[in-house]
T-cell receptor
Framework: EDKVVQSPLSLVVHEGDTVTLNCSYE??????LLWYKQEKKAPTFLFML????IEKKSGRLSSILDKKELFSILNITATQTGDSAIYLC???????????FGAGTRLTVKP | KAGVTQTPRYLIKTRGQQVTLSCSPI?????VSWYQQTPGQGLQFLFE???????NKGNFPGRFSGRQFSNSRSEMNVSTLELGDSALYLC????????????????FGPGTRLLVL
């Protein structure tokens, strides 16, 4: 059965810290892995990863995928209070047409 | 350009009733996807419509249905409501078939919060 597991479930850090969020998955015929940030209601898209070992970067955020070990990490450097949110990981396979979401990691950044 | 709009924003129903939620995509977008978010289950994909046809479907019972109109607006219907249907229902639109894996960016609406008593 396809599954997506995120860890940790919650994390509390102070401004300036660096955090690493994990997402491991099992999916038939993997197509892509996506990261979202959800602050209040609707999630916003961060990254889409399809190839192993290629880092995607956007400002202080970066992400990389390991298709051999079936996981991805999302790094946030020099965290700010505005980074406080739930970070969701989702995986798509070619066989089924829906997205499997992890439970999310709730990140709290304290001043 | 206006974003994705969803109505109503909040809704309270009782068990056994049925409910219809509405989503208006960004102008020009032809794909609408629906998601359910609950604290216990996280975000789950319901279905996706493109050009008035359901193209993809998640693992939800038949009580959950939807449709898309010629102007790309979409409605989602849940019949015989159960307590477990209480959730935030999110709609997302994109120009073509929507999920990020296709290369298309999805834009989410603010959601409809449904409470079933």
């Amino acid at each position: 059965e396809d599954k997506v597991v995120q860890s940790p479930l919650s994390l509390v850090v102070h401004e300036g810290d660096t955090v690493t969020l994990n997402c491991s998955y099992e999916v038939t015929n993997f197509r892509s892995l996506l990261w979202y940030k959800q602050e209040k209601k609707a999630p916003t898209f961060l990254f889409m990863l399809t190839s192993s070992g290629i880092e995607k970067k956007s400002g202080r955020l970066s992400s990389i995928l390991d298709k051999k070990e079936l996981f991805s990490i999302l790094n946030i450097t020099a965290t700010q209070t505005g980074d406080s949110a739930i970070y969701l990981c989702a995986v798509e396979g070619y066989n089924n047409n829906d997205m499997r979401f992890g439970a999310g990691t709730r990140l709290t950044v304290k001043p | 350009k206006a974003g994705v709009t969803q109505t109503p924003r909040y809704l309270i129903k009782t068990r056994g009733q049925q409910v219809t939620l509405s989503c208006s995509p960004i102008s020009g977008h032809r794909s609408v996807s629906w998601y359910q978010q609950t604290p216990g289950q996280g975000l789950q994909f319901l279905f996706e419509y493109f050009s008035e046809t359901q193209r993809n479907k998640g693992n939800f019972p038949g009580r959950f249905s939807g449709r898309q109109f010629s102007n790309s607006r979409s409605e989602m219907n849940v019949s015989t409501l159960e307590l477990g249907d209480s959730a935030l229902y999110l709609c997302a639109s994109s120009f073509y078939l929507g999920r990020q894996g296709s290369g298309e960016t999805q834009y989410f609406g603010p959601g409809t919060r449904l409470l079933v008593l």
